[in-house]
């Protein structure tokens, strides 16, 4: 509040401005009356000496507010009662004072109104900062509370800058209360972005999560449509390792369900399994292309080599493999197509697992019931799976099964106690329901394992085998009829592509064909053949034969085209090669460019044969661009070099131009330095720089070769003066220059030197000077070479120390000589 008087005190003047302030008091008007009135200024009267009284009251700086409201109230003058309620403070007095002021001192009361007024608006304010501070701090303390976060940081950035402008004048107490909120709500911002965070990573984790499954899944399907060779083995190692690394870092520090886990452990070990069979394959391969270039392998030779094998069901067989196993009438099954609820089948995989375990468990503590019953329940749980899922654990059920069954034979040391375990397992798989392939072989599988014990001596228990067989295979009949008629289907499919083949071949113009469309044909012939399977094996002979002869002829055409085409491209790859050392190379490089095009244009090709051309037609095309590179990295690096070199000579340039006195070897040696690089290849505005280096360095060698030359003609202009100059001191060409100047006249040569260096000539010599510079703008329009010769200030020079009589030869002249040549050295 003081602070606000003060300020308002400063703008008003301490002189009266109201209409009363200049009208003059009676007192005053008797006081101001002439001294003829009788009354002297050493005898006051009481009124004069009351205004006195009050004015030095006014003037003490310890007055009370009180005192000054009465003052202003009751002062005898105008000025006095102004200047008492200028200096109030107190809202309470001012407003008595305006009360007593109002209809009898118009200026005291102006001032009062006027104080009171601004003390009303600062209160209004003031209480408006205030209300806006409680209305912050309440939104502030409600903000850090909410449980509502929808566009929390920006709500909290709204209150920070009504902060801002409002922190100036809020109170400790105020200050604490928001800025602890505030600082609720930049730590709940905090934690809402690392929500946010923490939830984005889970959300990626799991994305990774879904696409390492669908790449297994996917992985897994190209296998089972496509046989694996061993070249594949790398990536299918690579793709293995990284995909475990993924799953890692997808799994760590998040929640993975056990069914997502499950999946991918599934997946994986089927991977493994695939993997692990390529490597088996490649181990006896030897043995593969030995049994399969004999003519009548037996199956004893090859059975061993396929069990090594092991190749898994849910993998395409390749092609040897199947050729051997059709030699030794193995039937391989096909991969029946997943059908089924997927969350079902999950949960009975999990079932099956989690009874494998037990199985294990069971046969390492050698309890045989136990392990025959978990071996049951894992068969049941996995009849019921059917396509490619169902082989994630045959592999290890059969291995588990196996055990049981040695087991068994330790434990019973006799025939029937396994004859009685089959035809309860025959019992059992009658009353499963199940797919009718699987349920045929598992049947097979107990007839042979039967019939390998030898028979049973116990008729009623071969009855009972029998019985429960016949019952098992019953619902077979049906599904073996349809197949029967789908092998039918399948059959009459491959009579209609063989047609289709012929006609094809039949009607084609092989000189004008549409090579690729042949290819595709060819292509598509295939895939539908091996799609119309399973057929009758004795049925299909005749039409195989067909197929196989159609196919050959077609692929004799392509084969043919092929191996032209192959040629154009051999001949591509020799162009190719032939340019690599040609010059110049931009025709190179534009031949490259036009052969790549006609690579492109050329048709089909064998893929292996094509894979090796443009192998060998890529290193051509590199060895040619190469050079181009070689080139551009030769250009760089002479360019790297001559900025060096450049770099070098402009740093000894600056050297020298930076000191006071110039080296004049070493500045010559530099600027040669500058020319050679500018000469270079150089960077992009270096040229520049080094050309201009080198021009201020000459100029600068130049202007210090001229001073050196001066100071030698002044020392030989006062040996002249002085007569102890000799014609052989001075520089030979000097007598040539003297006498093509053929100046005389003393007087004549000072004025020209005068004007060559631009110094002022004295008064008696200006019509001399005015005259010689006419004669030399003539002479400089038709003068010859000896006229412009005598322009120069070596040939003046020249002229004093040899042509002129010694008498002419003043001290005065001598000296504007001189003064002449040191203002042409500076310059």
């Not at 009788?38 to 009370?64: F, V, Y």
């Not at 001032?111 to 209305?135: M, P």
């Not at 996995?382 to 899922?389: F, L, T, V, Y």
């Amino acid at each position: 509040m003081a602070a606000f008087f003060q300020k308002l005190l400063k703008k008003r003047s301490t002189s009266a401005t109201g209409p009363d302030s200049s009208r003059p008091t009676p007192a005053r008007d008797r006081r101001e009356a002439s001294p003829g009135s009788g009354e002297s200024a050493d005898n006051k009267g009481p009124e004069q000496s009351a205004i006195d009284n009050q004015r030095a009251t006014l003037a003490d700086s310890s007055t009370t507010q009180e005192t000054l409201a009465d003052l202003a109230i009751k002062g005898l003058a105008a000025d006095i009662r102004l200047e008492s309620a200028q200096r109030l403070t107190d809202e309470s007095l001012l407003q008595q004072v305006q009360k007593a002021a109002r209809g009898r001192d118009k200026g005291v009361y102006q001032h009062v109104r006027g104080v009171l007024q601004e003390l009303r608006r600062n209160e209004n304010e003031q209480q408006a900062t205030q209300d806006a501070l409680a209305r912050l701090a309440r939104e502030t303390e409600e903000l850090a509370r909410t449980g509502d976060t929808n566009l929390y940081e920006a709500r909290t950035q709204k209150l920070e800058k009504q902060w801002q402008a409002l922190e100036p004048t809020a109170s400790n107490e105020q200050k604490s209360r928001i800025l602890a909120a505030l600082h609720d709500c930049r730590q709940r911002i905090r934690d809402l972005e690392q929500e946010r965070q923490e939830e984005q990573r889970h959300h990626d984790q799991k994305q990774q999560r879904d696409e390492t499954l669908a790449l297994l899944r996917e992985t897994l399907d190209s296998l089972a449509e496509e046989a694996p060779t061993t070249s594949a083995l790398p990536s299918l190692d690579a793709l293995q390792r990284t995909q475990e690394n993924r799953w890692l870092e997808a799994t760590r520090e998040t929640e993975v369900s056990r069914q997502e886990q499950k999946q991918y452990e599934n997946l994986m070990q089927s991977l493994r399994g695939a993997i692990s069979a390529v490597r088996r394959l490649g181990q006896h391969q030897e043995d593969i292309d030995t049994l399969t270039h004999q003519d009548n392998p037996s199956g004893e030779q090859i059975r061993p080599v396929l069990d090594q094998i092991e190749w898994p069901a849910y993998v395409a067989q390749p092609a040897a493999v199947k050729l051997l196993a059709e030699k030794a009438h193995i039937r391989s099954a096909e991969p029946v197509p997943d059908s089924g609820d997927a969350d079902a089948r999950e949960k009975i995989l999990d079932r099956l697992a989690a009874a494998l375990d037990k199985l294990e468990d069971a046969l390492s503590a050698n309890q045989l019931k136990e392990s025959r019953q978990h071996l049951k329940q894992a068969q049941g749980l996995q009849r019921q799976i059917s396509g490619k899922a169902a082989n994630r654990h045959r592999g290890r059920l059969q291995r588990l099964t196996g055990q049981v069954r040695e087991l068994g034979d330790w434990r019973g040391f006799a025939t029937e106690p396994k004859q009685v375990s089959l035809c309860e397992q025959m019992e059992y798989l009658a009353e499963q329901p199940m797919d009718p392939e699987a349920k045929a072989t598992h049947i097979q599988a107990l007839q042979q394992e039967w019939r390998e014990l030898g028979g049973s001596s116990n008729r009623d228990l071969w009855q009972r085998f029998r019985k429960a067989s016949d019952l098992a295979f019953e619902p077979c009949k049906a599904y073996f009829e349809a197949r029967s008629d789908l092998k039918k289907v399948h059959l009459q499919k491959r009579h209609s592509i063989c047609e289709e083949l012929a006609r094809y071949l039949d009607a084609t113009d092989w000189n004008q064909v549409d090579w690729k469309a042949a290819e595709q044909i060819e292509k598509t012939a295939r895939k539908e053949w091996r799609q119309a399977w399973p057929v009758e094996f004795r049925d299909n002979r005749q039409v195989q034969k067909e197929f196989d002869r159609l196919m050959n002829d077609l692929g004799s055409h392509l084969d043919e085209e092929r191996r032209r085409n192959e040629e154009l491209k051999q001949d591509i790859v020799e162009r190719a090669r032939s340019l690599i050392e040609h010059s110049p190379l931009s025709e190179a490089m534009n031949e490259a460019k036009a052969l790549q095009k006609q690579w492109q244009d050329i048709g089909i090709t064998r893929h292996r044969e094509d894979r090796k051309l443009w192998k060998a037609f890529r290193a051509a095309c590199d060895g040619i661009f190469a050079r181009r590179d070689e080139q551009r990295q030769r250009r760089e690096q002479e360019t790297s070099e001559s900025d060096e070199a450049a770099d070098q000579a402009l740093a000894r340039a600056r050297d020298l131009l930076s000191r006071e006195e110039l080296d004049e070897t070493s500045a010559v040696e530099v600027v040669q330095q500058l020319e050679s690089a500018a000469r270079t290849p150089v960077s992009a505005g270096k040229g520049n720089e080094v050309r201009g280096t080198a021009q201020e360095l000459s100029n600068r060698l130049r202007q210090h070769r001229q001073r050196a030359s001066v100071r030698q003609w002044l020392q030989w202009i006062e040996q002249r003066q002085q007569g102890q100059l000799s014609p052989d001191e001075v520089p030979g060409h000097w007598q040539q220059l003297q006498s093509a100047a053929d100046l005389s006249d003393a007087r004549e040569l000072v004025v020209l030197s005068e004007i060559l260096s631009g110094s002022p000539s004295p008064d008696d010599d200006q019509s001399l000077r005015m005259e010689l510079q006419v004669r030399r703008l003539r002479e400089g329009f038709g003068g010859t070479a000896s006229d412009v010769q005598a322009d120069t200030l070596e040939t003046l020079v020249a002229c004093w120390c040899l042509g002129l009589p010694d008498e002419s030869l003043t001290p005065e002249l001598a000296s504007r000589l001189r003064q002449a040549l040191d203002n042409g050295s500076s310059t």
